[in-house]
């Protein structure tokens, strides 16, 4: 078929319908449906309805809360595509779980992510691709090519078509400092990051007394993840506080954990946007685009 992209197959998993359909329309690719289920003992059963053998696949899958039960459907499809003679599986994670257990920070503790990217390999899974890992350097440690591509600059665009440019960037930590460069380099209207840190056994967190130059200013706070949303309502407050006019909220992965919206929302902020890594009601931003152009390159 003419405009065909006979190179890939692609899979999109129970986690993803949507997001891997939208990626598979713009690759022009042909795919493969996945039936899945889950019985009422809660174990997952995943069937592929077309043939694999001697193609490449991607299988589109995020992994975030039940984060088990995602990572086991994509370690189920991997390697059911293995068995049925795929060549090659590309493993498209949006959103990484697990990937903040990135270093052993106290004695005893399970490296959780390298322990994922063990189960991946063992799956069969040959590369990764996923967006805006918590921290790149994991990448370097697992055992076949993974990457992490930006969704900044595209939540970015987005607050600037929103009339948004001039607004401030501001990081809610340290380790996020990157997506607020980014994200100036679109909006410019200068960036800064707190200084967070973090009790290890109490998992409390707590900032230094950071100024940042906002009195009479549209401000918004870049971050990966958005969990319980303690980390970007205290931002918000704090901005709040300094003189910000409006703030806004924009994280790649908005997991949005039980009131997270509410407590970000009741501290001040106009509104939070997210992508569709984690499919939700402020995913505004698709992805699509970024990983039908990762899985078009050559060496993807
Ligand atoms: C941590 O370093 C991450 O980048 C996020 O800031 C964090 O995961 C957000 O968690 P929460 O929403 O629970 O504060």
Same mark, same amino acid.
């Given at each position: 078929m003419r405009g065909v992209n006979n190179k890939m197959l692609l899979i999109s998993g129970p986690a993803l319908q949507e997001l891997g359909k939208n990626v598979a329309e713009l690759l022009k690719t042909n795919t493969v449906n996945v039936v899945f289920k889950r019985f009422p003992d809660g174990e997952n059963y995943v069937r592929l309805e077309g043939s694999v053998k001697n193609e490449e696949v991607a299988i589109v899958q995020t992994t975030s809360p039940p984060q088990d039960t995602h990572l086991l459907q994509l370690f189920l499809l991997a390697d059911l595509a293995k068995d049925?003679?795929?060549? =090659?599986?590309?493993?498209?994670?949006?959103?990484?779980?697990?990937?903040?257990? &990135?270093?052993?920070?106290?004695?005893?503790?399970?490296? +959780?992510?390298?322990?994922? $990217?063990?189960?991946?390999?063992? $799956?069969?899974? &040959?590369?990764?691709?996923?967006?805006?890992?918590?921290?790149?350097?994991?990448?370097?440690?697992?055992?076949?090519?993974?990457? +992490?591509?930006?969704?900044?600059?595209? %939540?970015?665009?987005?607050?600037?078509?929103?009339?948004?440019?001039?607004?401030?960037?501001? $990081?809610? &930590?340290?380790?996020? =400092?990157?997506?607020?460069?980014?994200? &100036? /380099?679109? %909006?410019?209207?200068?960036?800064?990051? /707190?200084?967070?840190m973090r009790d290890r056994y109490t998992g409390e967190i707590g900032f230094r007394n950071d100024k940042f130059d906002v009195k009479g200013k549209d401000a918004i706070i870049f971050d990966d993840i958005i969990s319980t949303g303690g980390t970007t309502a205290a931002a918000v407050k704090m901005l709040k506080n300094q003189g910000a006019k409006r703030v806004y909220s924009a994280c790649v992965h908005p997991l949005l954990i039980g009131d997270a919206e509410k407590r970000i929302l009741e501290n001040g902020a106009e509104a939070i946007v997210g992508t569709d890594c984690v499919p939700s009601h402020v995913s505004k931003v698709s992805v699509a685009p970024l990983i039908a152009d990762a899985l078009g390159k050559k060496e993807a």
């Open positions: 049925l003679g795929a060549k =090659k599986v590309t493993a498209v994670v949006p959103y990484l779980a697990y990937s903040r257990q &990135d270093k052993r920070f106290l004695p005893g503790e399970a490296w +959780s992510i390298e322990t994922i $990217a063990k189960l991946m390999k063992t $799956a069969g899974v &040959d590369q990764l691709v996923t967006i805006n890992v918590h921290a790149n350097e994991i990448l370097k440690k697992f055992p076949f090519p993974a990457k +992490s591509i930006s969704a900044m600059p595209l %939540l970015a665009e987005y607050f600037k078509k929103m009339g948004l440019e001039g607004a401030f960037a501001l $990081a809610p &930590d340290e380790g996020a =400092k990157e997506y607020a460069i980014v994200a &100036d /380099r679109i %909006l410019h209207g200068g960036y800064g990051w /707190r200084h967070k």
